[in-house]
C-alpha cells in the first residue's frame, strides 16, 4: 500500500514538472496542480456528483449482470464435457471481438442509450468471468470427482460441494477483471454514445469546450483512475474475506 502511494506520487510529481518544464505543451497537457483545481471546481458542482452516480449505476448493473450470466454459464457449460466441446470453438471466436467494435450495432439494436452502454459493458466483462470459471471447473481434482461418484452425488450436490469450491477462486479472479472492463467500457460508451449524463458524456463535453476545458477534462480522467483503483482494492479485499479458507490466501496473510 505504502509503495503504490509513492508510486502515485511520483506520477503526480512527473505531471507537474513535465509541462512546467516545456517538455509538453501546456495548452494540450496543463500542470497536475491545474488538473487538482479543476478537480476541486467540479466536486463543487452538484452535476459532477450526478455524473459520478450514473456512472457508477451503469457500472454496476452491467458488471452485476456479466458476472451472473458468466458464472451460471460457466458452471453449467463446464460441468458437461460434451456441451464444454460444442461450445469451445464459438467461445474463442467471440471472446477476442472488442466491445468497441459492437458500438455501430449497439446503437442501431437500442434507441436508448442506456442499454446501449450496457450491451458493450456485459459483452466485454462477461468474457473474463465465463472463462475464468470454465478453467475453475476443468481444475476439479479427479479423485475428487471418483470420490463423488462412490457416493453417488447427484448433480446439484456435485456443484454446491466439489464444482463449486474449485471454480470459487477463479471466479473471483474473473470478477476483479470483469471490475476493471466494465468500468473502462462504461466510460467508453458514454464518452461515445452520450446521452447519460455519465463522467464519459461529462469528457466529452470538456474536450470540445476549448482551453478552459483541457483542465477539465483531465480532472475527470483522474477521477476514472480514482474509481479504478478503489474499485480494484474493494475486490481484493472481497477475494481474500471470501477465499479465507483457501491456502493461496492464508499464504498471502501469513506473508
Not at 466491445?99 to 450491451?119: E, T
Not at 474449485?166 to 446521452?195: N, S
Not at 474493494?234 to 479458507?245: C, D, F, G, I, S
Amino acid at each position: 500500500m505504502i509503495k503504490g502511494a509513492l508510486g502515485l506520487a511520483g506520477f503526480a510529481v512527473l505531471l507537474e514538472v513535465l509541462p512546467r518544464l516545456g517538455l509538453v505543451p501546456r495548452q494540450h497537457f496543463p500542470p497536475f496542480s491545474a488538473m487538482c483545481t479543476a478537480l476541486a471546481r467540479q466536486a463543487a458542482r452538484p452535476a459532477f456528483w450526478s455524473a459520478v452516480a450514473g456512472t457508477l449505476e451503469i457500472w454496476f448493473l452491467g458488471l452485476a449482470i456479466a458476472v451472473v450470466a458468466g458464472i451460471a454459464l460457466g458452471i453449467g457449460i463446464g460441468s458437461v464435457p460434451v456441451l464444454r466441446a460444442a461450445t469451445a470453438s464459438t467461445v474463442e471466436f467471440l471472446r477476442p471481438i472488442p466491445s468497441v467494435a459492437l458500438l455501430p450495432l449497439a446503437v442501431v439494436l437500442f434507441s436508448a442509450p442506456l442499454r446501449s452502454i450496457l450491451l458493450l459493458v456485459v459483452y466485454a466483462s462477461f468474457w473474463q468471468v465465463l472463462i475464468q470459471v470454465l478453467h475453475g471447473v476443468a481444475d476439479v481434482d479427479p479423485v475428487a470427482r471418483e470420490t463423488a461418484d462412490s457416493y453417488r452425488l447427484n448433480r446439484w450436490q456435485r456443484a454446491r460441494h466439489l464444482v463449486w469450491p474449485t471454480a470459487l477462486p477463479y471466479a473471483m479472479t474473473g470478477i476483479r477483471l470483469a471490475t476493471a472492463v466494465a468500468l473502462v467500457l462504461t466510460v467508453t460508451g458514454e464518452l461515445f454514445i452520450g446521452g447519460t449524463d455519465g463522467l464519459g458524456e461529462q469528457l466529452s463535453l470538456a474536450r470540445n469546450s476549448g482551453d478552459d476545458g483541457v483542465a477539465v477534462m483531465y480532472a475527470l480522467v483522474i477521477v476514472a483512475g480514482l474509481l479504478g483503483v478503489a474499485a480494484n482494492l474493494v475486490t481484493r479485499r472481497a477475494e481474500r474475506a471470501v477465499l479465507a479458507w483457501h491456502p493461496s490466501v492464508r499464504r498471502e496473510v501469513a506473508l
